[in-house]
């Protein structure tokens, strides 16, 4: 395995060169950004981010608006809250801790990105699992239990692939051989077996099954969510925008003001009476944005008035590109603006 990496090894902006020794910082933010995010979606927020934040004190002195800003267009925001919040708890301590117990006390980091930061920056002898390296593990070990309830066996499994000894000497490179194994071969669909380093010893290429695992429970269909926002600007072209809570989905960031969202839709009526004023109101269509666990469309209305005194902040119409907005409000953006 550690052969075929030496030689096939992806480039990737936030991993070392080989002999290198990685930054800790990197792999704590490159971790956080790819959860639930393909290598791909990250790289261009990547430069940006750390182009503004180029190492941890920079991060945790920022305030977390502007980290929110940078986030914008990432999803799942609390991975920036709880990044941030690790910067500074980071900073506070004097730097990263270098045991799994002291990672994963860390804000927003557990068991997976624990492992991975400690044996990819700190050659702690562990086997972090993603999605790639539970695929490879139950190929490997041919797990015929559908996940989740294969979680388990499949974790067992990627620990016993790590027992190797060459794995021991090199788990940082190691776990990043699974992961572009997993990436490059072992695929969702279609694996590339041919080209395996670990064909001869996988137990589901053996059986001719490694394209069916491993195997997942049907998955229920996402509910609809609706709601209804709303686009005032006063007579500077300004635009009203307020804060959602803390806590919650898309916590900290910031909104077009809006009705709740709900199992059935909102009528006109019932919508305007939750606008932020009386106003002059004009539907000026919908918007639609898919979440992990709910599809959400959204009723768009503009207004203008002369003075806002609604409660929230007045942002400048054409300078919203700065603001901690996330997708779905970037689209209701667009659709007001036309």
């Known amino acids: 395995m550690l052969a075929w990496y030496d030689r096939h090894r992806r480039v990737l902006p936030w991993r070392a060169a080989a002999g290198a020794t990685p930054d800790p910082y990197l792999v704590f933010l490159s971790e956080a950004m790819l959860q639930q995010t393909t290598v791909a979606a990250v790289i261009p927020y990547w430069h940006r981010f750390v182009s503004r934040f180029p190492e941890v004190a920079a991060l945790a002195a920022a305030p977390l608006d502007a980290v929110l800003a940078a986030w914008a267009g990432l999803g ?13 708890a980071v900073v506070a301590a004097g730097g990263f801790p270098r045991d799994l117990p002291g990672l994963r006390a860390l804000p927003g980091v557990g068991p997976y990105t624990a492992a991975a930061i400690g044996a990819i920056a700190f050659g702690l002898p562990v086997v972090p699992v993603d999605g790639n390296v539970a695929r490879v593990a139950a190929r490997v070990a041919a797990v015929t239990t559908p996940l989740p309830a294969a979680r388990a066996a499949i974790a067992a499994a990627a620990a016993a692939l790590g027992e190797d000894t060459e794995a021991r000497a090199r788990p940082g490179d190691f776990a990043q051989a699974l992961f572009d194994l997993g990436a490059l ?10 080209g395996c380093p670990w064909r001869d010893g996988c ?18 269909s996402r509910p609809a969510r609706f709601g209804a926002h709303f686009w005032l600007t006063d007579a500077a072209g300004r635009v009203l925008l307020r804060r959602r809570p803390e806590s919650g989905l898309l916590g900290g960031m910031m909104e077009l003001p809006g009705t709740p969202w709900r199992a059935a839709p909102w009528t ?8 932020p004023l009386p106003a ?21 209305y503009a207004a203008e008035a002369a003075a806002i005194g609604a409660q929230g902040e007045l942002h ?23």
């Open 76 to 88: 799942y925001y609390a991975r920036a809250r709880n990044l941030h919040a690790g910067a500074r």
């Open 185 to 194: 071969v072992c695929t969702p669909k279609s694996p590339r077996c041919l």
């Open 203 to 220: 137990a589901a290429h053996a059986r001719g099954i490694a394209a069916d695992l491993p195997r997942k429970a049907p998955k229920p």
């Open 268 to 275: 006109m009526a019932e919508a305007l009476a939750a606008a």
């Open 280 to 300: 002059a109101w004009r539907a000026l269509g919908q918007v639609r944005h898919g979440f992990t666990h709910f599809t959400l469309t959204l009723d768009l």
């Open 316 to 338: 400048p119409a054409d300078a919203l590109a700065g603001a901690a907005l996330p997708s779905v409000m970037r689209k209701c953006v667009a659709l007001a603006r036309g």
